[in-house]
């Protein structure tokens, strides 16, 4: 099995930072592309970014130029910077992993707990 375990969140204010983490561990072989999502109430899910092993990322339109995502590969861990931060970014943010646990598995999705990010005067 994999666990993914966020840490980061909290409550800001308007302008603010925040810098969320996202630690995998358990059977890992190897992590391909790792991503965090979103999901304010009322709403559905959303990706906010993701990046591949490589290090090749994603935003959503609504991030860019505000959150960076990046990942220490020797670690197992995901970061995301998140700057200027708005209070329509209060929602529960996601960590996503997809993991390989031996050489000759199929790559497998993993999700963390959830982190509660507010921004809010």
């Known amino acids: 099995q994999v666990q993914l375990v966020e840490s980061g969140g909290g409550l800001v204010q308007p302008g603010g930072s925040l810098r969320l983490s996202c630690a995998a561990s358990?059977?890992?072989?190897?992590?391909?592309?790792m991503g965090w999502y979103r999901q304010a109430p009322g709403k559905e899910r959303e990706l906010v970014a993701t990046?591949?092993?490589?290090?090749?990322?994603q935003y959503a339109d609504s991030v860019k130029g505000r959150f960076t995502i990046s990942r220490d590969n020797a670690k197992n861990t995901v970061y995301l910077q998140m700057n200027s931060l708005k209070p329509e970014d209060t929602a529960v943010y996601y960590c996503?992993?997809?993991?390989?646990?031996?050489?000759?598995?199929?790559?497998?999705?993993?999700w963390g707990q959830g982190t509660r990010v507010t921004v809010s005067s």
């Open positions: 358990g059977s890992i072989f190897s992590i391909n592309a």
């Open positions: 990046i591949t092993g490589g290090g090749r990322t």
């Open positions: 996503n992993a997809n993991v390989r646990s031996g050489i000759w598995d199929s790559a497998h999705d993993y």
